[in-house]
């Protein structure tokens, strides 16, 4: 990606800053570094300055000068924002597209701006600008070209959808609006002409599957099931939020020498996963449903529901509620509340990509979206009860050229000492459409509309079924969950490795029970520090720090058993200690072991049995690992690399302070039950730290199988 003199300045200044965080001694030699031609910005235009040019944006600009940024009496236009230095992506509409839609939104009446509502103008005009922040903004070579979507959201907070036009080869945003001039480069962004105006959809995720005409059968059910309701927008509880924190607005937290800002926002949102109704018909037999337009209801829907009913029971288990759809025990409840996750999610979060074994993002703040090595995949929780676990996993680009994305695939690894993690096959992939398993997503390609204002649905090629086989499969094999998956607010507001952030108490329902003294941050490699040397999965974490006390849900397990529970940790001096908790009710939980102490390194762990692969055999590697197990931790896993290895450097085998896992505890645990750790600082201070990033639930036939347990 190139970059123009105002970016090449903004880098240097933002690089600069964070450096004083991170390295303060390293700002001499920078300084030098600097050419004064990065401060010439004065001879090129500001998109302001390029809209004031154009007659044929006159009315875009003339929205941009009416609408503020922000609801508070002093804000100020979004024209002035353009004229101010940053690096902004605007999608500017000309002027017969804004008329256009104006004659839309009058029926007819009218192609005045001076018609419309100050809603609608707003809309017209936040929807159309994304603030890349410190990153560069987008350039033609940036956007995605398969129905994807970019990763940083509008100033309406929506993430747009992007494809490329088979006929003419131009780029679409959001399926209406396509790019007719493109790269227009200002000194603070990126300007791009459309032919329409960018308008995503305001209905929820339930009703925006209702009009896609091919996904009748799944939006009757969520309709007689009662989760249409759950998937419907619930803007006023978002809006007291934001009413209630407003003191709190554009504050920040000193932490950690660094300024973590107040989370503004609190957003709900959703993820559906949805069966078109020609995957019902091939996969289960169901019958095509016929649709009386005029009366808006399927005619043959007696018929169909016959048959969904009776696979739901046989799959999933016979019916104890007298056939009560609405009750959570129903099998057909519990099909539907499957596809559901709580938390919106874009194709481009699905799962993270940042410093998995043989990926080289290249640059911590602009991940690079291709050169993906292995398998990545995450853990998420469905709707309903009993709870659902849902693994997404994406292939890597060196064997499949769309980067696919599979709910439920489990996989067989090249997972030996000197392996590279590459997958093998595939386990149980015998019954599409009957197992639950290896389902593919399919994707957007901008043939329909899935960005609602509460979410997104995705439609899927076989049918997605929780059945006591797909449970068993995915409790075959070791769940390693990051932690921001299990809170689905992290998720709805565009903060997943994106932003860093201060949350107050109760932001999150997932974590409860918080003393007063706790205080939660979120932070992201690249945000905090560029390009660094962090050990944690995925390149983010959670510290929480003060004299803390909170009780966090964990995610449900697939199957029955009895599990190792294990946490990731990246221990140093300004941790602390902590006691950790385990129960089935917030409330009572009862300790796991002594307190753990953060602060200690591999040479404090008693008899100071780490020593790095390179240095023995295979044996050694082996006989190694059971002495650090004896003394309850393990090495960091090999699939995770040190962040700015370019993916080569393992966190196993960092050599200066590994990345460790702790094992907490051995425990029962079934599929129905709601389980709890609780956190409570052992130190009573102020200043201590407690670093929380992944946990591990392991089978533990695994742990005590013959053949020793994978370092991956």
Known sequence: MKMNMF???????????????????????????????????????????????????????????????????????????????????????????????????????????????????????????????????????????????????????????????????????????????????????????????????????????????????????????????????????????????????GSTKRFASFDFPFMEKRALGYTAFVEPDDVFKSDWGVPEPVYDEAQGVITNWDEIFKVIEEMCNTLIGADTTSGDVTNPANPVNQFVAYHLLDGSLSTDEFVHHFNEYGYNYVNALEPATKGYSVNVWDYYTTLGYPRGLLKITQLPDRVDAEQSFYLNRVSVYDDGITGDYHEIRVKNDNAPGQNGLNIKVRPTNGDFDNNALNGFY???????????????????????????????????????????????????????????????????????????????????????????????????????????????????????????????????????????????????????????????DEDAIRENDRNLRNQGYMKGPNYITVTGSEGKTPVRNQDSSPALRRILTTVYMEPGQTYFMRFKSAIETDNTQFFVDYFEFVPYDIVTSTTPEDIW
């Open 7 to 249: 970016h090449i300045s903004r880098w240097a200044s933002y690089a600069a800053a964070l450096l004083m965080v991170a390295a303060p001694a390293a700002l001499t030699s920078c300084k030098e570094d600097i050419s004064e031609d990065a401060y010439a910005i004065k001879s090129m235009d500001t998109v302001s300055d390029m809209l004031a040019k154009r007659d044929d944006l006159s009315d875009i600009k003339a929205l941009f000068e009416e609408v503020k940024l922000g609801k508070s009496a002093n804000a100020s236009s979004l024209l002035s924002v353009l004229s101010a230095r940053g690096n902004y992506t605007v999608f500017a509409p000309n002027n017969d597209a804004v008329r256009a839609y104006v004659l839309e939104k009058t029926d007819g009446a009218s192609q005045s701006i001076a018609d419309l509502t100050y809603e609608q103008k707003e809309l017209i005009a936040q929807n159309c600008i994304i603030d890349n922040g410190s990153q560069n903004a987008y350039e033609l070579a940036d956007f995605p070209s398969n129905g994807g979507t970019f990763a940083t959201s509008n100033l309406k907070d929506r993430k747009l959808a992007c494809t490329q036009d088979e006929a003419d080869l131009l780029y679409v945003i959001n399926g209406t609006s396509k790019v007719i001039e493109n790269n227009l480069e200002a000194s603070n962004g990126m300007m791009h002409v459309v032919n329409a105006v960018i308008a995503p959809s305001t209905n929820s995720v339930a009703e925006l599957m209702g009009k896609a005409g091919n996904m009748r059968i799944m939006t009757k059910l969520l309709e007689i099931t009662g989760y249409a309701d759950s998937l419907k927008l619930r803007t006023q509880e978002e809006e007291n939020y934001e009413t209630e924190n407003l003191n709190n607005a």
């Open 458 to 616: 995705y439609p899927i090629d076989n049918i997605l079924v929780i059945t006591p086989e797909t449970r068993q499969a995915l409790g075959s094999e070791r769940m390693r969950i990051d932690v921001t998956t299990m809170l689905p607010e992290l998720l709805s507001n565009d903060m997943r490795g994106r932003k860093v952030a201060y949350f107050p108490t109760g932001y999150f329902k997932g974590i409860m029970n918080e003393s007063s003294g706790t205080q939660i941050y979120y932070l992201q490699d690249g945000r905090v520090q560029i390009n660094g040397s962090w050990r944690d999965y995925q390149g983010d974490e959670f510290l929480f720090s003060g004299r803390y006390d909170f009780v966090l849900q964990l995610p449900p397990v697939p199957v029955a058993g009895t599990y190792e529970l294990r946490m990731g940790i990246s221990n140093n001096g300004l941790r602390g200690m902590v006691q950790i908790y385990f129960g089935d009710s917030p409330n009572t939980t009862t300790p796991v072991g002594l307190p753990i102490d953060q602060r200690e390194g591999k040479d404090q762990i008693p008899g100071n049995p780490w020593v790095k692969d390179d240095k023995l």
